[in-house]
């Protein structure tokens, strides 16, 4: 099974840089996904990180490091409109040919002027 | 493409009703997923399935819930009695492949009283 475990809340400063942590416990671990997702809205995808480092995307960046078992999003020149939940997600196999994909509780970023 | 469609977007019911939850997959994805959302336990994955076949229902809480894929474009999601305990945002998301994005639906949200 997975566990993936950040932070439950964030607040940064509009214009600035914020970093979302992710660390994950798995049993076959293939990557790490970031999902966004506004109050009242569904999960929409940001990134994902098959391999260690960092992919850039815009604003958005994402890093992930295997053998920390850690990976993280990184937001710059903050908006108000990134005011959302940020999940972190890992698809997994059980060996049985199904898949399945984890998802971390979420982080709650809240950006004030 | 009009992304992923469900239906409905609301739902008020009262305890020990069948409710219906209905999908539509984005054309040409292969798999479809349902998930349930809530404050305590976060995005939750029920059931899913492949090429109309379902692959993996070890998340789908009790027999109360059942979930059928008759064809490649329409899926749904029954509870039956329903409990106040069902209360949740159900989503439904497909993808074209076994590990890529995955694309949700804007959600159905449940109230049982």
């Known amino acids: 099974g997975q566990s993936l475990e950040q932070p439950s809340e964030v607040t940064a400063v509009e214009g600035a840089i914020v970093q979302i942590n992710c660390t994950y416990q798995?049993?076959?671990?293939?990557?790490l996904s970031w999902y966004q997702q506004h109050d009242g809205g569904a999960p929409t995808f940001l990134s994902y990180?098959?391999?260690?480092g960092l992919e850039e995307t815009g604003r958005f960046s994402s890093f992930l490091s295997r053998s920390d078992s850690y990976g993280y999003l990184l937001l710059q020149e903050l908006q108000m409109k990134d005011s959302a939940s940020y999940f972190c997600a890992a698809p997994s196999s059980s060996g049985a040919g199904s898949y399945q994909l984890t998802f971390g509780k979420g982080t709650k970023l809240s950006v004030i002027p | 493409d009009a992304g992923v469609i469900q239906s409905p977007r609301h739902e008020v019911t009262e305890m020990g009703q069948e409710v219906t939850l209905r999908c539509k997959p984005i054309s040409g994805h292969d798999y479809l997923f349902w998930y349930r959302q809530t404050m305590m336990r976060g995005l939750e994955l029920l059931i899913y399935f492949n090429n109309n076949v379902p692959i993996d229902d070890s998340g789908m809480p009790e027999d109360r819930f059942s979930a059928k894929m008759p064809n490649a474009s329409f899926s749904n999601l029954k509870i039956q009695p329903s409990e106040p305990r069902d209360s949740a945002v159900y989503f439904c998301a497909s993808s074209p492949g076994q590990q890529e994005t995955q694309y949700f639906g804007p959600g159905t949200r449940l109230l049982v009283l």
């Open positions: 990180n098959a391999l260690d």
């Open positions: 798995t049993s076959g671990f293939y990557g």
